[in-house]
T-cell receptor, first 113, second 111 residues
Framework: DGGITQSPKYLFRKEGQNVTLSCEQNLNHDAMYWYRQDPGQGLRLIYYSQIVNDFQKGDIAEGYSVSREKKESFPLTVTSAQKNPTAFYLCASSDQGGAETQYFGPGTRLLVL | GEDVEQSLFLSVREGDSSVINCTYTDSSSTYLYWYKQEPGAGLQLLTY?????DMKQDQRLTVLLNKKDKHLSLRIADTQTGDSAIYFC???????????FGKGTKLSVKP
């Protein structure tokens, strides 16, 4: 069964804590993306990676960090520097970057305690 | 920077046609996409159109592209309550590193 998985579905963060959201794909895609979705805001790009061991900042990278050590995995860490982390986080992948079709995971909802 | 605009809400009656509109600014766009998002879920690819096409039809879905006006529309025939969702328009060009998404149109279908 090919696709993109995200875990956990819900995540709770205490103030001052770093948390990591998982994203895995078995589509053999080169490019992976992280988006943040707030109500009425659409999707905002946090980070993207077009190839292993390389990634670029998106529009709202402050307070987030990523790594791309393996082709199939692109974890996102929400650091304590992100003051308003409550949102729905979506991971996507595409065969290549640029205009290619992106396929999305089911999302992780992050809530602050 | 490049931008994609959509109206935020659309309400239709079950059985009617729905038309969701989108405008974009990047004249070098090569692909234009429509995605559907149901509550609490990720985005599902509905359809896409190449920039050298005017129209694409796929069962109940019809996509129209006016490249001169940079206007894209998605028509859903015989709209059902299961079509209630948020619909995102997105454009991509080979020069960009990612797709540019609109803010989404929330479609409500009343029985």
């Amino acid at each position: 069964d090919g696709g993109i998985t995200q875990s956990p579905k819900y995540l709770f963060r205490k103030e001052g804590q770093n948390v990591t959201l998982s994203c895995e794909q078995n589509l053999n895609h080169d490019a992976m993306y992280w988006y943040r979705q707030d109500p009425g805001q659409g999707l905002r790009l946090i980070y993207y990676s077009q190839i292993v061991n390389d990634f670029q900042k998106g529009d709202i990278a402050e307070g987030y960090s990523v790594s791309r050590e393996k082709k199939e995995s692109f974890p996102l860490t929400v650091t304590s520097a992100q003051k308003n982390p409550t949102a729905f986080y979506l991971c996507a992948s595409s065969d290549q970057g640029g205009a290619e079709t992106q396929y999305f995971g089911p999302g992780t909802r992050l809530l602050v305690l | 920077g490049e931008d994609v605009e959509q109206s935020l809400f659309l309400s239709v009656r079950e059985g009617d046609s729905s038309v969701i509109n989108c405008t974009y600014t990047d004249s070098s766009s090569t692909y234009l996409y429509w995605y559907k998002q149901e509550p609490g879920a990720g985005l599902q690819l509905l359809t896409y159109i190449f920039s050298n096409m005017d129209m694409k039809q796929d069962q109940r879905l019809t996509v129209l592209l006016n490249k001169k006006d940079k206007h894209l529309s998605l028509r859903i025939a015989d709209t059902q309550t299961g079509d209630s969702a948020i619909y995102f328009c997105a454009e991509g060009s080979r020069s960009q590193g990612n797709l540019i998404f609109g803010k989404g149109t929330k479609l409500s279908v009343k029985p």
